[in-house]
């Protein structure tokens, strides 16, 4: 069995700066990319940032230069700095990883339980 369990967070004012962590439990084998998604009430899930094992990243234009995402392979972890917030980025933020278990050699997405991000005006 694999858990993504998120921490971090919160309620801030637009300019703050936030942090969100994700650590992976479980059986798991080997892990590829992960990253960070967000999803804003009646929209549909997008990526916001991607790290891959080798610490490649990639973001969505609308976080560049305001963003970073870490990993660190040894803990399973991986971390999203969010400074500069905007109302707009007000969302639940999604850990995800793509990861194969020692039960499943297939390369499978796995999914944090999603942790509130607020950013008020």
């Known amino acids: 069995q694999v858990q993504l369990v998120e921490s971090g967070g919160g309620l801030v004012q637009a300019g703050g700066s936030l942090s969100v962590s994700c650590a992976a439990s479980?059986?798991?084998?080997?892990?590829?990319?992960m990253g960070w998604y967000r999803q804003a009430p009646g929209q549909q899930r997008e990526l916001v940032a991607v790290v891959t094992r080798g610490g490649s990243t990639n973001y969505a234009d609308s976080v560049k230069g305001r963003f970073t995402i870490s990993r660190d392979n040894a803990k399973k972890a991986v971390y999203l700095q969010m400074n500069s917030l905007k109302p707009e980025d007000t969302a639940v933020y999604y850990c995800?990883?793509?990861?194969?278990?020692?039960?499943?050699?297939?390369?499978?997405?796995?999914w944090g339980q999603g942790t509130q991000v607020t950013v008020s005006s």
């Open positions: 995800n990883a793509e990861l194969r278990t020692y039960y499943n050699r297939r390369l499978s997405a796995y």
């Open positions: 479980g059986s798991i084998f080997s892990i590829n990319d």
